[in-house]
């Protein structure tokens, strides 16, 4: 698998926390980067193993955290202009 589609993948997972205030499905992924969705899947784990604190859920493919933020509520709120929808790791 290309580095740069790791990158794209990794870039892709930030982007769509910072829109959403959640970590895309990897179907989403897969529209994002308009690759299929077990490429996605796969990528998706290359990008959080080359990178410090992704991770995802125990036994899953769902993104649990992906530095800085937490795909969970953790009691790190991040508040910007007055908007809260991520949670910090």
Not at 5 to 32: K, S
Not at 61 to 76: G, H, I, K, L, Q
Request: charged share 20%; with cysteine.
């Amino acid at each position: 698998m290309e580095d740069t589609l790791v990158q794209r993948a990794y870039t892709a997972v930030v982007e769509h926390f910072i829109n959403t205030g959640r970590a895309p499905h990897y179907t989403e992924l897969a529209g994002a980067l308009g690759i299929s969705v077990e490429e996605a899947r796969q990528v998706q784990h290359k990008a959080a193993e080359s990178a410090i604190g992704c991770w995802f859920v125990k036994d899953t493919d769902t993104v649990e955290s992906w530095a800085p933020f937490s795909n969970v509520p953790t009691n790190y709120l991040v508040t910007i202009k007055g908007e809260q929808k991520w949670y910090g790791q």
